[in-house]
């Protein structure tokens, strides 16, 4: 019989009354895989995409296995954020509500360590901790794991990254008899696979297949934009969408300084996390964002992995992510447990290689969206105020405001419609003139889908991208031998070129325009250095020297 209900499954009544308790009656597919073969003992990789249930994945059996008669630590679980130890810890805390005689704690840098010794000391036998302060814990004997059954890596390409290696070998090494370890990912890059039988013993690997890798709750799409202006395509969108609650990543700890201070004097309700502020504020401002009480959280990838935040309705990376599995799991921090979610992607010119990279990666197209106009954001705003007028309205009690009207009608010489538009213009704030109209737009540079055959039209000639990747030196030469040499184009034919760190633009006139498409399709502009495919296909999987924990 296939497993799909909770009340089926091989596991003690305390959990099952729990897992009801939380609105659960499916198990999501990688818990159908999952649970029975770790109940069985087996080490596994599970792999599924964000926001499908996979601390539940490893929570259940884990309650299921632990003694509470053993006071001693038995399973560890590793995440790479504070804030994510926090959560996998409340959530396997719930799961575990009707275990007596189980404890779970997180433990986490920037927290009272005396504390968590004195915890650790009453006997925990489920530990949630980020890698640092576990090995911290474990030398000074305050962590002891000689009865280690389970180890569980929580973003598992993520803690296998260079900069956790060390520390999960540390800890590998300190256990002496069999443990059974589980890795679990929304990714799970190809470098990984290769190296986890150092950690693993005949590893079940699971894999909910999809054809893409990010989930289908989440509508993608990326919109064109100057640096400039991001900041305030931005906040056109937070006004036409109005989201309930929205993350900002940016890539660095400054801009998402600078971005929260924008977007705040701009009067929207915001708060930031990233790496440099004091673990307290850190929390404070998570759970404020999860009260609702910040509407806009503007963060590094601290927060783009895990976390579980009910009601985020758009994800903005307001800068394009520089690895491709950062996309992935920022746009999962909408689009979770079956709900719907948004991604909007700010796209330069610079960045346009990497969005074709991260197409490539997660098999997903990423579709364009225009900039929002002024008169989109009227139209939002405008309706909204019409619906608040028409329930103030309809809740009546407006004697008092009448007569204020009354008076202010006959002492002043005013019209009441003007009046009634003095208010609409008070309460709007509507621009004047649209600073991004295109007609404005000019003379920014244009980017274009080499494949779509969009092109912008400038007389008879048309602007074409070539994406020739990094460490080219390419000089404006190679670029028209390699064109003309390959279409029926002679080198004097093609017009004004722009030549930038990976990418290229190049004037063309409109009749040969199919003809360089055609080529670009081959895969490449032959006789030179410009090859588009093999160039893009340097990019992805694992760099196993980046060192990722330094930028947050
Ligand atoms: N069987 C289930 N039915 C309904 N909701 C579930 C089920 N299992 C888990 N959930 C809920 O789904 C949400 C997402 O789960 P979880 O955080 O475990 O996702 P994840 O797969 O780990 O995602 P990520 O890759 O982002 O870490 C949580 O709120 C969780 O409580
Ligand atoms: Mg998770």
Do not use: W
Not at 78 to 90: G, I
Not at 331 to 349: D, E
């Amino acid at each position: 019989m296939e497993l799909t209900k909770f009340e089926d499954l091989n596991c003690s009544d305390d959990i099952k009354r729990a897992v009801k308790d939380m609105g659960f009656e499916e198990l999501t597919p990688i818990q159908q895989m999952s649970i029975p073969l770790i109940m069985e003992g087996r080490d596994i990789v599970g792999q599924a995409q964000t926001g499908t249930g996979k601390t539940a994945s490893f929570g259940i059996p884990i309650l299921d296995k632990v003694d509470p008669n053993n006071k001693n630590t038995q399973a560890l679980i590793l995440c790479p954020t504070r804030e994510l130890a926090l959560q996998v810890s409340e959530e396997i805390a719930k799961l575990g509500k009707y275990k007596h005689g189980i404890k779970t704690t997180p433990i986490y840098g920037g927290q009272s360590i005396d504390r968590q010794i004195n915890t650790l000391k009453r006997g925990v036998q489920i530990v949630i901790g980020t890698p640092g302060r576990v090995i911290d814990h474990i030398n000074r004997k305050t962590l002891k794991i000689k009865d280690l059954d389970m180890l569980i890596l929580d973003e598992a390409d993520e803690m296998l990254n260079m900069g956790f290696r060390e520390d999960i070998e540390t800890i590998l090494e300190s256990v002496e008899h069999e443990r059974q370890t589980l890795l679990f990912s929304a990714t799970m890059p190809k470098a990984i696979l290769e190296i986890i039988n150092k950690y693993q013993k005949k590893p079940e690997i699971l894999k909910v297949l999809h054809k893409e890798l990010t989930t289908p709750n989440v509508e993608q799409l990326y919109i064109e934009v100057k640096e400039q202006d991001k900041l305030e395509v931005l906040t056109r969108l937070i006004d036409v969408y109005n989201p309930k609650l929205s993350i900002i990543f940016c890539n660095t700890k400054k801009k998402v300084d600078d971005v929260t201070d924008l977007v705040q004097s701009r009067g929207y309700s915001v708060d930031k996390i990233h790496g440099d502020m004091k673990q307290s504020v850190r929390s404070n401002v998570i759970s404020k964002f999860k009260k609702g009480d910040i509407e806009i959280l503007v963060a590094t990838d601290v927060a783009a992995r895990g976390l579980d935040i009910d009601d985020v309705a758009i994800v903005f990376n307001y800068d394009m992510p520089s690895h491709e599995e950062y996309y992935v799991h920022r746009i999962g921090r909408t689009g979770r447990a079956g709900k719907s979610g948004t991604a909007f992607t700010l796209v330069t010119p610079r960045d346009y290689y990497l969005l074709k990279s991260v197409m490539n990666y997660t098999k997903k197209k990423i579709n364009r969206h225009p900039i929002p106009s002024i008169s989109d954001i009227e139209s939002v705003k405008t309706q909204s105020f019409i619906n608040k007028l028409k329930s103030t309205i309809g809740e009546g009690n407006l004697a008092k405001y009448i007569n204020i009207l009354d008076n202010m009608l006959e002492t002043e010489d005013f019209q009441s419609i003007e009046v009634a538009a003095a208010l609409l213009k008070m309460e709007l704030e509507l621009p004047e003139k649209d600073l991004l109209d295109p007609v404005n737009m000019k003379n920014a540079p244009n980017v274009r889908d080499r494949g779509s055959n969009k092109r912008r039209d400038d007389g008879n000639m048309v602007r074409m991208f070539i994406n020739i990747g990094k460490n080219k030196q390419l000089q404006p030469g190679d670029v028209v031998k390699s064109i003309a040499s390959e279409t029926s184009m002679s080198g004097s034919n093609i017009g004004h070129i722009d030549i930038y760190e990976n990418y290229t633009f190049v004037d063309i006139p409109q009749q040969y325009a199919d003809e360089v498409i055609d080529i670009m399709h081959k895969g490449m502009i032959k006789g030179n250095k410009i090859n588009i495919e093999r160039a893009q296909a340097k990019r992805g999987g694992v760099n196993k020297s980046r060192p990722r924990r330094t930028n947050r």
